[in-house]
T-cell receptor
């Protein structure tokens, strides 16, 4: 039972490069989320998708775009990477059908931008 | 903006001792959740307490919630070295999108 799978696990980019972080879940969850985690800052929500076909901005959306490709997959794109986007990125999913449900997290993508 | 704030930021104890972490939040909530994060890994859900509940247990975990004080505590009894991790509280303020707002976490170190 894989749960939430994120790829890649590590990536180094140069300023101005673009890349897409991939996330897939196999729990048939409706809602998916992208967070970034920086030292001393906890987790901050970048974008979320309440259901297939919808996406909404979170707390820190600038510099990012997302695509909810289907119910399983939710990708995060950096169009022109900046050093301030160096962080650990986590994808999560939850069952929106039920109130009071936890979120399930992947193991993260560690992204460094030089 | 952070909704939950954990206290203390770091806690070091000996194996077998109890560990208590606190979380304060600012606005009304639907539920409050606690998560654990081992070094280099994703967050793992530990326990969820609803706004109409005051206490909940799960194994060696005990969570309390005081909505009048907007605070929660997580107690880990008889701690083990394997409990070494960061612990985060997260609040769900309701709405149709089930967004969580996370605190900055407490780093717990359990020394063998």
């Amino acid at each position: 039972n894989a749960g939430v799978t994120q790829t890649p696990k590590f990536q180094v980019l140069k300023t101005g490069q673009s890349m897409t972080l991939q996330c897939a879940q196999d729990m048939n969850h409706n809602s998916m989320y992208w967070y970034r985690q920086d030292p001393g800052m906890g987790l901050r929500l970048i974008y979320y998708s309440a259901s297939e076909g919808t996406t909404d901005k979170g707390e820190v959306p600038n510099g990012y775009n997302v695509s909810r490709l289907n119910k399983r997959e939710f990708s995060l794109r950096l169009e022109s990477a900046a050093p301030s986007q160096t962080s650990v990125y986590f994808c999560a999913s939850s069952n929106r059908q039920g109130i009071n449900q936890p979120q399930h997290f992947g193991d993260g993508t560690r992204l460094s931008i030089l | 903006s952070q909704q939950g704030e954990e206290d203390p930021q770091a806690l070091s104890i000996q194996e077998g001792e109890n560990a208590t972490m606190n979380c304060s939040y600012k606005t009304s909530i639907n539920n409050l959740q606690w998560y654990r994060q081992n070094s280099g890994r994703g967050l793992v859900h530990l326990i969820l307490i609803r706004s109409n509940e005051r206490e909940k247990h799960s194994g060696r975990l005990r969570v309390t919630l005081d909505t009048s004080k907007k605070s929660s505590s997580l107690l880990i009894t008889a701690s083990r070295a394997a409990d070494t991790a960061s612990y985060f509280c997260a609040t769900d303020s309701g709405g149709s999108n089930y967004k969580l707002t996370f605190g900055k976490g407490t780093l717990l170190t359990v020394n063998p």
